[in-house]
């Protein structure tokens, strides 16, 4: 055996602590073999075994790989991260390893999800999904996409990639007040996100999974909000049966202003009324009459413009009654999800230059939607320990 001794300094509350960390390696080739087909390593580390941290990933502690983890999914960059571990734990660490714990703790995690994802699909599929309404109130479905700048092109040539993000939560979680000014306001105290990035076939079982961990099923309405793509109507209809969808209204609006420039040429003194009073007319529930109204232009195509009004309305005319909505009760904007776009996404992995591998990015936004959705104890923790 060949002896390699390493000096290594660690910051403490109470000062550094210096140490040695002796590193043993056959010197013979056939030894040198003969441990890699026993043990499948090239030298033995007497304190790693000592440590119990020997067979671990990257020779560290369980929990030195949480806390590195955490770091790495939280702040803007990994380079931060290992800013902040250094100030704050005493742990010198570069980000290059930060990013390999991150993403190894982040794809353990996500590859539990994608189970439980499957398990509940399946169990949809075959009859299993125990689904008995004992609760009044609301239980709140929102979905929606955002573009990721990834290293690799499509077929396009393009380096984006859409995230897809659900949110779940009921009306048990959401506190209601009064404002000095006499308006209504509201807090959802409770919520759990998930994050995709890729197809909708795999995305919509992690979303049945989390909708059911919020209690889908057991409330007696169920409301899907989400921008009025044809791949959320579909999906409802499969997963969701008898949930209300609603075309948000934000959306809605949003549309409708992109349609009416074109129409009017830019000229804001035609475009702008317009759009107040169709808008104003979808808020009061006269979506017929704007429909009818529309049908004139529902041949008319415009350059650089890919809406079609009149088609984006009628696709939808069964989830745009907004009037009634409101009536009972029922949330018409997705302010919630897209709040929720700003903090799982564009917070960590939007910044300025940033380019990600879809393999790094997912245990990353895995990683924040624990977090912010609260189970990070419970989905993390627990898990990686246990």
């Given at each position: 055996m060949?002896?390699r001794?390493?000096e290594?300094g660690l910051v403490t509350s109470?000062?550094?602590?210096?140490y040695?960390r002796?590193?043993?390696?056959p010197?013979e080739k056939t030894?040198?073999?003969k441990?890699?087909?026993?043990?499948?390593r090239?030298?033995?580390?007497?304190?790693?075994i000592?440590l119990?941290i020997?067979n671990?990933?990257?020779?560290m502690?369980k929990?030195?790989m949480?806390?590195?983890a955490?770091w790495?999914?939280n702040?803007?960059s990994?380079?931060?991260?290992?800013?902040?571990?250094?100030?704050?734990?005493g742990?010198?660490?570069?980000?290059e390893?930060?990013?390999?714990?991150?993403?190894?703790?982040?794809s353990?995690v996500?590859?539990e999800d994608?189970r439980?994802a499957?398990?509940?699909?399946?169990?949809?599929?075959n009859?299993?999904?125990?689904?008995e309404c004992?609760?009044?109130?609301?239980?709140?479905?929102?979905?929606?996409?955002?573009?990721?700048?990834t290293?690799t092109?499509d077929?396009?040539?393009?380096t984006w990639r859409?995230?897809k993000l659900?949110?779940?939560f009921s009306?048990?979680?959401?506190?209601?007040?009064t404002d000095?000014?006499?308006?209504?306001q509201?807090?959802?105290?409770?919520?759990?996100y998930?994050?995709?990035v890729g197809s909708?076939?795999?995305?919509?079982?992690?979303?049945?999974?989390?909708?059911?961990?919020?209690?889908?099923?057991?409330y007696e309405?169920t409301?899907?909000?989400?921008?009025?793509?044809?791949?959320i109507?579909n999906?409802?209809k499969e997963?969701?049966?008898?949930?209300?969808?609603?075309l948000?209204?934000?959306?809605m609006s949003?549309?409708?202003?992109?349609?009416?420039?074109?129409l009017?040429?830019?000229n804001?003194?035609l475009?702008?009324p317009?759009?107040?009073?169709?808008c104003k007319?979808l808020k009061?529930?006269?979506?017929?009459?704007?429909l009818?109204?529309?049908?004139?232009?529902?041949?008319?195509?415009?350059k650089?413009?890919?809406?079609n009004?009149y088609?984006?309305?009628?696709?939808?005319?069964?989830n745009?009654?907004?009037?009634?909505y409101?009536?009972?009760?029922?949330?018409?904007?997705?302010?919630?999800?897209?709040?929720?776009?700003?903090?799982i996404?564009?917070?960590r992995?939007?910044q300025?230059?940033?380019?990600?591998?879809?393999?790094?990015?997912?245990p990353?936004?895995?990683?924040r939607?624990k977090?912010e959705s609260?189970?990070?104890d419970s989905?993390?923790?627990?898990f990686?320990?246990?």
């Amino acid at each position: 055996m060949t002896n390699r001794r390493a000096e290594r300094g660690l910051v403490t509350s109470q000062g550094e602590i210096r140490y040695f960390r002796d590193v043993l390696c056959p010197k013979e080739k056939t030894d040198r073999e003969k441990l890699m087909e026993l043990e499948n390593r090239k030298s033995i580390a007497p304190l790693d075994i000592h440590l119990g941290i020997d067979n671990l990933p990257f020779k560290m502690t369980k929990l030195a790989m949480l806390e590195i983890a955490f770091w790495g999914q939280n702040q803007t960059s990994f380079q931060r991260a290992s800013d902040i571990l250094n100030k704050k734990c005493g742990i010198n660490i570069n980000y290059e390893t930060i990013r390999l714990v991150t993403s190894y703790v982040g794809s353990m995690v996500f590859e539990e999800d994608c189970r439980k994802a499957e398990c509940a699909y399946s169990k949809l599929n075959n009859g299993g999904l125990t689904l008995e309404c004992n609760k009044k109130g609301v239980l709140y479905i929102q979905t929606d996409g955002a573009q990721l700048n990834t290293r690799t092109k499509d077929k396009s040539g393009s380096t984006w990639r859409e995230n897809k993000l659900g949110e779940v939560f009921s009306s048990d979680n959401i506190r209601y007040w009064t404002d000095k000014k006499g308006k209504k306001q509201h807090q959802i105290t409770k919520k759990e996100y998930i994050s995709y990035v890729g197809s909708v076939s795999e995305f919509k079982k992690h979303l049945l999974a989390c909708a059911v961990r919020g209690g889908y099923g057991s409330y007696e309405k169920t409301v899907v909000l989400g921008d009025g793509a044809a791949w959320i109507r579909n999906m409802v209809k499969e997963l969701f049966h008898g949930a209300q969808q609603i075309l948000d209204f934000f959306h809605m609006s949003e549309n409708v202003n992109i349609y009416a420039r074109h129409l009017f040429n830019h000229n804001e003194k035609l475009y702008l009324p317009w759009v107040d009073d169709v808008c104003k007319a979808l808020k009061q529930g006269e979506y017929k009459r704007i429909l009818l109204e529309l049908e004139k232009y529902k041949e008319k195509t415009f350059k650089n413009c890919s809406i079609n009004l009149y088609n984006y309305i009628n696709s939808n005319i069964d989830n745009i009654d907004y009037k009634d909505y409101e009536e009972q009760g029922y949330f018409i904007g997705s302010g919630a999800i897209e709040s929720g776009n700003k903090i799982i996404l564009q917070q960590r992995l939007k910044q300025a230059g940033m380019r990600w591998n879809v393999t790094t990015a997912q245990p990353v936004l895995t990683l924040r939607t624990k977090w912010e959705s609260e189970r990070w104890d419970s989905d993390v923790v627990n898990f990686i320990l246990n």
